[in-house]
């Protein structure tokens, strides 16, 4: 069974950093597109960062400058490093792992696997 493994969330204060990492199990990530997702409490989910078997990377406009997305081939690993973190970065992470891009003319894609999330929040 395919697995999703999130960690790295917790509590930091404004202009802070953290790194999220989405572990897989009984499967390699090299060939899926991963992306990171976020859902604050009375909101939607919305897509933050995706990164394709390709190499290419999408962030939405919010978190552009702030965070990187990157693959880690030897941890088999999809990492986003959060800096200069705002409140409004206060959320529960997902990570889902994609069989076809997550990303298609512009439209989110949803992912065939879901990691169980970690929390993030942002607040002094």
């Known amino acids: 069974q395919v697995q999703l493994v999130e960690s790295g969330g917790g509590l930091v204060q404004p202009g802070g950093s953290l790194r999220l990492s989405c572990a897989a199990s009984r499967f390699t990530l090299d060939y899926y597109a991963i992306g990171w997702f976020r859902q604050a409490p009375g909101k939607g989910r919305e897509l933050v960062s995706v990164?394709?078997?390709?190499?290419?990377?999408y962030y939405v406009d919010s978190v552009k400058g702030r965070f990187t997305i990157s693959r880690d081939k030897l941890k088999n690993t999809v990492d986003l490093q959060m800096n200069s973190l705002k409140p409004e970065d206060t959320a529960v992470y997902y990570c889902?792992?994609?069989?076809?891009?997550?990303?298609?003319?512009?439209?989110?894609?949803?992912?065939?696997?879901w990691g169980q999330g970690t929390q993030v929040t942002v607040s002094s």
């Open positions: 990164f394709d078997w390709l190499g290419g990377e």
């Open positions: 889902g792992a994609g069989n076809g891009a997550l990303r298609v003319d512009g439209r989110n894609k949803e992912p065939n696997y």
